[in-house]
């Protein structure tokens, strides 16, 4: 699966957009963008997935650049219970596992 | 439905202790999967099945470690003389296929504490 960057941390005052960005450059052509979040003591959490267009649910959007080597994960108004770590994967059509990175540590701040 | 369980949600074992950790997948769901996750990382994959059969266990970090699914249901992941390096939570996951478009459902995890 091809890697992933993402930046460390971010902060995002509570009512605002959050905008999370990743880079995945080396993404193949049948390769998934996955983003799950990990709220503290519980297990990852599913978001979204897309393969080239945008996708938008009751949780976020994925904006997904047209290359594909990039996208960011949008949570439109961010709340405290969006503070999380929050993992951007990419997997392929055939593939079993999905392989995390460190993930973007999003802290919401009243 | 109900989602992934794992049990017992917490176990401490002294140092050379076998231990059994259980997961529940939603029902129906044909890959499963097991994640160990270190303190401050991200999960790290450790082995999957479909249905009854392994097909990757290229995660699991020895032979210590040995996971089970013989009704394609419920799986077990076992450790044999547990280490202090094996202090973690252990996460399970479950998918409807193998299916690269479809979302893995994760547990909330059994954290081991090796003493």
């Known amino acids: 699966d091809a890697k992933t960057t993402q930046p460390p941390s971010m902060d995002c005052a509570e009512g605002r957009a959050a905008n999370l960005p990743c880079n995945h450059s080396?993404?193949?052509?049948?390769?998934?963008v996955y983003w799950y979040r990990q709220i503290h003591s519980q297990g990852p959490q599913y978001i979204i997935h897309?393969?080239?267009n945008n996708e938008t649910n009751e949780m976020a959007s994925l904006i997904i650049t047209e290359d594909r080597k990039s996208s960011t994960l949008i949570l439109p108004h961010a709340t405290l219970r969006d503070t999380a770590v929050y993992y951007c994967?990419?997997?392929?059509?055939?593939?079993?596992?999905?392989?995390f990175g460190t993930g973007t540590r999003l802290q919401v701040f009243p | 439905g109900a989602g992934v369980s794992q049990s017992p949600r917490y176990k401490v074992a002294k140092r050379g202790q076998d231990v059994a950790l259980r997961c529940d997948p939603i029902?129906?769901?044909?890959?499963l999967f097991w994640y160990q996750q270190a303190l401050g990382q991200g999960p790290e994959f450790l082995t999957y099945?479909?249905?009854?059969?392994?097909?990757?266990k290229s995660g699991l970090p020895s032979d210590r470690f040995f996971a089970e699914r013989p009704e394609g249901s419920v799986s077990t992941l076992k450790i044999q003389r547990t280490q202090q390096e094996d202090s973690a939570v252990y996460l399970c996951?479950?998918?409807?296929?193998?299916?690269?478009?479809?979302?893995?459902?994760f547990g909330n995890g059994t954290r081991l504490t090796v003493t």
């Open positions: 029902s129906g769901h044909v890959s």
């Open positions: 897309g393969l080239k």
């Open positions: 996951a479950s998918s409807l296929n193998d299916a690269g478009d479809l979302p893995l459902h």
């Open positions: 099945f479909q249905n009854e059969a392994q097909l990757d």
């Open positions: 080396t993404i193949s052509g049948n390769e998934y």
């Open positions: 994967i990419v997997r392929a059509f055939n593939t079993d596992k999905l392989i």
